[in-house]
T-cell receptor, first 115, second 114 residues
């Protein structure tokens, strides 16, 4: 199993450009998440999904959009990139084995710079 | 607003000693607790989960949970230079709290001195 796979690993965007961060998992997990991590600030939840066709906002959703058309894929869209979106983005998933108490499995991250 | 607090460090520990990492959380009814290790430039890696009061041991790692004090800790015995990393404490949602992931502390930077 590959686990959670994120692409790209690195990206530089100009202000106002758009892009999609890809995330796919092969563990058949229903729950998927997008976090961003800024230096010294911990992980902040952007969006999450409990299954195909169902998404919801996290703590810091502004400037982002998501979709969940399949169990495996959970892409994150940045429509108008801003310098404040410079961060490391992690996709994660978890099973329902312990309901909401299961641990998260993380992808390797995408390091995004907006200049 | 759920909060998870950790001392950011750095915490410096000699090789072979016990490293003790601490975490407090605000939501009294939380039921699941996790420790993740994160090397610089890498993704968080789960090292321990704990759900009941008391101690849970896994190799050189021991997680301790005290729900009455809203306190969870991680002990690393026989610390090795490879244990140098940032350790993230994470708390799961309360019962009925929904699927909105884990709440993370900002992490403690641990340095094991050879």
């Amino acid at each position: 199993n590959a686990g959670v796979t994120q692409t790209p690993k690195f990206r530089i965007l100009k202000i106002g450009q758009s892009m999609t961060l890809q995330c796919t998992q092969d563990m058949n997990h229903n729950y998927m998440y997008w976090y961003r991590q800024d230096p010294g600030m911990g992980l902040k939840l952007i969006y999450y999904s409990v299954g195909a066709g169902i998404t919801d906002k996290g703590e810091v959703p502004n400037g982002y959009n998501v979709s969940r058309s399949t169990t495996e894929d959970f892409p994150l869209r940045l429509e108008l990139a801003a310098p404040s979106q410079t961060s490391v983005y992690f996709c994660a998933s978890r099973s329902m084995a312990r309901g909401h108490n299961s641990p998260l499995h993380f992808g390797n991250g995408t390091r995004l710079t907006v200049t | 607003q759920k909060e998870v607090e950790q001392n950011s460090g750095p915490l410096s520990v000699p090789e072979g000693a016990i490293a003790s990492l601490n975490c407090t959380y605000s939501d009294r009814v939380s039921q699941s607790f996790f420790w993740y290790r994160q090397y610089s430039g890498k993704s968080p890696e789960l090292i321990m989960s704990i759900y009941s009061n008391g101690d849970k041991e896994d190799g050189r790692f021991t997680a301790q949970l005290n729900k009455a004090s809203q306190y969870v800790s991680l002990l690393i015995r026989d610390s090795q230079p490879s244990d140098s990393a940032t350790y993230l404490c994470a708390v799961g949602p309360p019962p009925g709290g929904g699927a909105d992931g884990l709440t993370f502390g900002k992490g403690t930077h641990l340095i094991i001195q050879p």
